[in-house]
């Protein structure tokens, strides 16, 4: 029963992420990105407001779970696929935070009316960088499924 919990949150939790990601990838980006750029910036802070404090949650949670299951996974193939997951995990997190936020608090600063003439259209690189950390969300749902298959449940 230990191990039921945390390796139902990690592989729930993979898949919240990957499966969210995967939305974003299918049908936001491409509504966005046809947009016109003062309609980009309000849709893209309309957007934030449910995502920014829900996601962070969900991912930190996933990650959390792994973590206990790389110790509390009863085998070695286990206790790698949890550290797999988790390092996936982790990556959509460092992704997050260095790559994704920078371009959203720049869209937040930004007067959609008022735009600088300087300013640069961050749709491609955060779609670049979305695309990265939906890799690592896809690869951290495959190990915690592949690791949940094996974990032995009394």
Known sequence: MLVLVPGTVAVIGSGLVAGVFFAVSASVLPAVGALRT??????????????????????????????????????????????????????????????????????????????????ADPREPWRAWHTRRTLCAFAALLADAAAVALVPVP
């Open 38 to 119: 003062p309609d980009y910036i309000r849709l893209h802070r309309r957007l934030g407001e449910g995502y920014h404090p829900v996601m962070p949650l969900v991912v930190t949670a996933a990650a959390a779970a792994n973590l206990a299951m790389v110790v509390l996974a009863p085998d070695t193939l286990a206790r790698v696929l949890f550290g797999t997951a988790l390092a996936g995990l982790v990556g959509v997190q460092l992704i997050s935070q260095f790559g994704n936020v920078p371009l959203n608090r720049r869209v937040n600063a930004v007067d959609p009316d008022a735009l600088p003439p300087d300013w």
